[in-house]
């Protein structure tokens, strides 16, 4: 684990601008720039609406530390001040995206969503070719342990996502969804989520807009709801009590003038509640001049995952115990690792010599002019003196230069305690 070294912006250090800053470097990007720092030979790029992670496997910790730390400050120049980004390596890094697959690293614990990112960002890699020995042990082994918490603990059930979020707050802020309006945009995964969770809070109308309009009839049919054409949407968020925007888009979809065009056709005049829960945000955070509009972002929704918070502390230390012993396990398998290497070309060696013995018995028994009993004993007298002709003399050179280290080493590798002496031919 040693060889491992992270950097981390996220909603515990972040607001959503700085996180949004250094998202809007694609994981590709990010991956190319990393695995090209010095000592670098893999790394992986973890990006969501609540965090951006770099992961690397390297031959030199202080020199990738040191280029990892340059890069994310010409990517991002935050004041050194803020404290803004988290850098881990060795085993608290590793711990770190075990916690992170398993939701405990969530703005809402729990949520299911992140499990899928992590598998995600670890698929790119791979088929970007940024992925070693190291990293995928990591990340495989954090793809399972985020199923056993899910699985073995209850710490993903409830609100459980920035969807089921979204719909809280509005539902907190109106009193009730039930005879209100409700505009969503969108039609991707997270407005599928929201639109999950209105379901069955008897809104009167859900409106569902999305440049697609192929996927916004979709997900209204979900919502037995009705889809509009995206150039329309305005004349609907007239008519809304609560807009959930949910886009993928990398630009404003919301601005100031959309929402000043609606509340000018509002009858009756009355607030107008928007939620943005996109990433990065598509909602010009000047549509809050506007009177009577009120805008919550991921950012609004703290106080929804400090709930969430209290709710499942005796859940989290259930998945804390899960993650503490599979990092146990995960440590012994990587020290393994060390000997994999090492081995593989020990049996490649060992292999090819048995090859070409077995060979050779197989065409001294074809032949039919020599006892099978003495074909293999041969078979085994020469394939013993090959296995043991390179240990034979390592062992006499360190007898002649007194190194009993060899000895005590050579003993412990063959298990020679209690073994009766045969002298050597």
């Given at each position: 684990?040693?060889s491992?070294?992270?950097?981390?912006?996220?909603h515990?250090?972040?607001?959503?601008?700085?996180?949004?800053?250094?998202?809007?470097?694609?994981?590709?990007?990010?991956?190319?720039?990393?695995?090209?720092?010095?000592?670098?030979?893999?790394?992986?790029?973890?990006?969501?609406?609540?965090?951006?992670?770099i992961?690397?496997?390297?031959?030199?910790?202080?020199?990738?530390?040191?280029?990892?730390?340059d890069?994310?400050?010409?990517?991002?120049?935050?004041?050194?001040?803020?404290?803004?980004?988290?850098?881990?390596?060795?085993?608290?890094?590793?711990?770190?995206?075990?916690?992170?697959?398993?939701?405990?690293?969530?703005?809402?614990?729990?949520?299911?969503?992140?499990?899928?990112?992590?598998?995600?960002?670890?698929?790119?890699?791979?088929?970007?070719?940024?992925?070693?020995?190291?990293?995928?042990?990591?990340?495989?082994?954090?793809?399972?342990?985020?199923?056993?918490?899910?699985?073995?603990?209850?710490?993903?059930?409830?609100?459980?996502?920035?969807g089921?979020?979204?719909?809280?707050?509005?539902?907190?802020?109106?009193?009730?969804?039930?005879?209100?309006?409700?505009?969503?945009?969108?039609?991707?995964?997270?407005?599928?989520?929201?639109?999950?969770?209105?379901?069955?809070?008897?809104?009167?109308?859900?409106?569902?807009?999305?440049?697609?309009?192929?996927?916004?009839?979709?997900?209204?049919?979900?919502?037995?709801?009705?889809?509009?054409?995206?150039?329309?949407?305005?004349?609907?968020?007239?008519?809304?009590?609560?807009?959930?925007?949910?886009?993928?888009?990398?630009?404003?979809?919301?601005?100031?003038?959309?929402?000043?065009?609606?509340?000018?056709?509002?009858?009756?005049k009355?607030?107008?509640?928007?939620?943005?829960?996109s990433?990065?945000?598509?909602?010009?955070?000047?549509?809050?001049?506007?009177?009577?509009?009120?805008?919550?972002?991921?950012?609004?929704?703290?106080?929804?995952?400090?709930?969430?918070?209290?709710?499942?502390?005796?859940?989290?230390?259930?998945?804390?115990?899960?993650?503490?012993?599979?990092?146990?396990?995960?440590?012994?398998?990587?020290?393994?690792?060390?000997?994999?290497?090492?081995?593989?070309?020990?049996y490649?060696?060992?292999?090819?010599?048995?090859?070409?013995?077995?060979?050779?018995?197989?065409?001294?028994?074809?032949?039919?002019?020599?006892?099978?009993?003495?074909?293999?004993?041969?078979?085994?007298?020469?394939?013993?003196?090959?296995?043991?002709?390179?240990?034979?003399?390592?062992?006499?050179?360190?007898?002649?230069?007194?190194?009993?280290?060899?000895?005590?080493?050579?003993?412990?590798?063959?298990?020679?305690?209690?073994?009766?002496?045969?002298?050597?031919?």
């Open positions: 684990m040693d491992i070294i992270s950097a981390h912006i996220t515990k250090q972040a607001l959503m601008a700085d996180i949004e800053r250094l998202g809007e470097l694609e994981p590709s990007k990010l991956m190319a720039a990393g695995i090209a720092l010095p000592g670098a030979s893999e790394c992986i790029a973890l990006r969501t609406c609540n965090r951006v992670e992961y690397l496997a390297t031959s030199d910790i202080n020199a990738t530390r040191r280029g990892l730390e890069l994310i400050n010409g990517l991002v120049p935050f004041d050194i001040e803020q404290n803004l980004v988290q850098y881990l390596t060795g085993r608290d890094s590793v711990r770190h995206i075990l916690r992170v697959a398993s939701g405990l690293e969530s703005m809402i614990i729990g949520e299911d969503q992140i499990q899928f990112q992590v598998k995600e960002a670890f698929e790119r890699a791979e088929r970007e070719g940024m992925v070693g020995p190291m990293l995928s042990i990591v990340f495989r082994k954090a793809i399972s342990v985020g199923k056993k918490v899910r699985s073995e603990t209850r710490v993903n059930k409830g609100c459980v996502s920035i089921t979020a979204a719909v809280e707050l509005a539902e907190e802020k109106l009193g009730t969804l039930a005879d209100k309006n409700i505009l969503v945009v969108g039609a991707g995964e997270m407005a599928t989520l929201i639109a999950k969770h209105l379901v069955g809070k008897g809104p009167r109308a859900v409106i569902v807009s999305n440049r697609t309009y192929s996927r916004a009839v979709e997900l209204a049919w979900v919502l037995n709801g009705k889809a509009v054409r995206f150039d329309g949407f305005v004349h609907f968020m007239a008519q809304a009590d609560v807009v959930l925007v949910a886009t993928s888009a990398t630009h404003m979809v919301v601005t100031k003038r959309h929402v000043e065009d609606a509340v000018a056709l509002r009858e009756p009355g607030g107008l509640i928007i939620i943005d829960v990433f990065p945000r598509n909602v010009e955070s000047e549509v809050t001049e506007v009177p009577g509009v009120e805008l919550y972002d991921i950012d609004g929704l703290r106080g929804k995952a400090e709930e969430n918070l209290l709710k499942r502390r005796a859940e989290i230390r259930n998945a804390e115990k899960i993650i503490a012993m599979e990092l146990e396990s995960l440590g012994a398998r990587i020290k393994e690792m060390r000997a994999d290497a090492l081995l593989g070309r020990l490649g060696k060992y292999a090819e010599m048995k090859e070409r013995e077995v060979r050779k018995a197989l065409n001294r028994l074809s032949s039919g002019r020599e006892p099978v009993e003495e074909v293999l004993q041969d078979l085994a007298d020469v394939m013993t003196r090959k296995f043991l002709a390179d240990p034979t003399e390592v062992l006499k050179g360190a007898c002649r230069e007194g190194d009993e280290e060899i000895l005590e080493i050579v003993q412990d590798i063959f298990r020679l305690d209690g073994v009766v002496h045969v002298p050597s031919k």
